[in-house]
């Protein structure tokens, strides 16, 4: 079956496409991601997404436009902003599905503990059902330890913070100043 897998990073796509390979699915990987911030680190996102095609012989559909405008307009700060930024990857990830001829669509979204596992799962429910494209569910929650693990031994890039310059804010915040340069 020709699915396509919405890639948030290198470090969490290793799995999902192992396990759906293994399930019988022909995956490709699409890298939608204007949530991610600032553009250097957009760039290393999109280069680790890069390895993981190269390395495990898979096609990759990239947007490489650096998406902060199009994220402040649609997504927005403060509450609710999470939900906001699922809906526009997912809705692209079901929308490009359907124009470019896939049976099925999925996220390595579903791969981390640290997101809204049931928001996700249940938004990607809807827009399967709006794009008529069959959504496979995961849940490699419990294997995110393995997945990073694998990220390792490739050497591929892993993230400090989810994406925005909302979460890195807050990853960063009770850093004491002054040991940023200490990280040089
Ligand atoms: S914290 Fe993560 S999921 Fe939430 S808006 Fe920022 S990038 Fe998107």
New binding site residues.
Partial sequence: VKLLLHACCGPCALLPIRTLREAGHTVTLLFY?P??HPFMEFRKRLRAVELVGEREHVDVIEEDRYGLDE?LDR?GRGEG??R???EL?LSRTFRTAAERGFESATTT?LTSPQ??HECIRSMSEKLAEQYRVQFVYLDLRQRHREAQELARKYSLYRQQ????I??EY?RYRTVERGAEEGDR
């Fill in positions: 991601n949530n991610i994220f997504v902003r999470c906001r930024c699922y990857r979204l997101q809204d913070y989810c994406g925005c909302f979460s807050e």
